[in-house]
């Protein structure tokens, strides 16, 4: 098909066509930031209940079983106080679903018979060491300091990676007494963390403890214990917040895709006849923002749901293929309809519209990401 003569003026049905394709540009970035915003939303007042959830002593956690609040009848289990001081946390990995924390741990506790600080076990991981400090008894109360080296599981949320909170545990159970026979007073007084706690990409917001009765939904076939009877435990929780201290991980991801969005938006300063320059660049923008997921996504382990960084790197692929539709449809108005003065019109609103959505969406999605 031969090129048309160049036409210097824009038709009115080619001003429709611009004005129509700017109004579906401008719905489609606003339903796509509408939902990547709100969901990114969801994800952060999910995460804030959660880890309310968490460190509520009377709260049901999600997914969680129930536990019983009440003690049974006739029950006076024997009080034992217990804190933690976090020195420091040697390892913290998401993609290995772990932390290893350092810390020491005491009991005071009344009468022979017990021995707290030799029964207690931590939930969801495995002590590596234990080493017994001190051992004494003051006026009738035994009291007993332990500084302990542990890995614990966690299934870190990366939903909102990297604009990330979360709340690490420790959590400690005894593991021969029932909730009925022990349970641990927290001492929130002398519970504190160590100023050389550090977590590469993260700050300590606020740390917690509280005790929390748990709940087996078994009776560990149990001779003459009914099968639907319950085992509760009093568990000690100490609880450390961390948050992301601003956005430089966020920056450090996504550089790659931001310049690979920007070298695209470059095209539209191209004459659309010079075919090799302007659909390379948005060709070479959209293989360099494939290459930055597939590195972004090896950083956190597949949750298996549309996270905050595939919403950010999916945006930014579709507007670096929006923009070679863009290209494809300005180099038949310049070439094959000669309609050279609607084409660089065409070029400048969809230049403003792609840069202004795609500018908009990425501001908004780590402000609803982050915890504030």
């Excluded at 040697?90 to 772990?98: M, Q, V």
């Excluded at 005894?174 to 963390?193: A, C, F, H, Q, R």
């Excluded at 009765?213 to 917040?241: C, M, R």
């Excluded at 360099?288 to 597939?294: D, K, Q």
């Amino acid at each position: 098909m031969e090129s048309k003569e160049q036409n210097p003026t824009i038709s009115t049905s080619g001003l429709r066509f611009v004005i129509i394709w700017s109004v579906a540009l401008v719905v489609l970035f606003t339903v796509v930031g509408i939902v990547t915003v709100s969901r990114v939303n969801k994800y952060r007042v999910s995460a804030i209940a959660r880890h309310n959830a968490r460190i509520d002593p009377k709260a049901v956690e999600p997914g969680r079983t129930e536990v019983e609040y009440t003690l049974p009848a006739g029950a006076n289990p024997r009080k034992v106080t217990a804190g933690i001081y976090l020195d420091s946390i040697t390892a913290i990995s998401i993609l290995d679903s772990s932390w290893s924390p350092v810390f020491y741990i005491w009991f005071k506790w009344t009468g022979n018979d017990i021995n707290p600080g030799e029964t207690f076990r931590i939930m969801e991981g495995e002590i590596i060491s234990k080493e017994k400090l001190i051992d004494k008894v003051v006026k009738g109360e035994h009291y007993a300091l332990y500084l302990v080296n542990a890995k614990i599981t966690k299934f870190f949320a990366t939903e909102r990676f990297p604009v990330d909170d979360h709340l690490l545990t420790i959590m400690i159970e005894d593991g021969k007494m029932m909730w009925k026979d022990l349970e641990y007073v927290p001492d929130t007084t002398n519970s504190k963390i160590s100023s050389r706690v550090k977590m590469p990409g993260y700050a300590v917001s606020k740390t917690g403890m509280v005790m929390k009765p748990h709940t087996y939904k078994s009776n560990f076939g149990e001779p003459g214990v009914a099968v639907d009877t319950g085992h509760t435990y009093s568990q000690l929780i100490y609880g450390v917040w961390n948050v992301r201290p601003g956005l430089g991980t966020y920056m450090k991801i996504f550089v790659g895709l931001f310049a690979a969005v920007m070298i695209a938006m470059l095209a539209f300063f191209i004459k659309p006849a010079d075919v090799d320059p302007r659909f390379g660049l948005g060709v070479g923008g959209f293989f360099g923002a494939v290459a930055n997921t597939l590195i972004a996504a090896s950083l956190v382990p597949d949750s298996g749901i549309m996270t905050l960084m595939d919403m950010v790197n999916g945006v930014g692929m579709l507007t670096i293929f929006l923009t070679v539709v863009q290209s494809t449809i300005s180099l038949y108005l310049f070439d094959i309809c000669g309609e050279t003065a609607l084409s660089r019109l065409y070029d400048r609103l969809s230049l403003v519209i792609f840069a202004s959505g795609f500018l908009v969406i990425n501001i908004l999605i780590p402000v609803f990401g982050f915890v504030r």
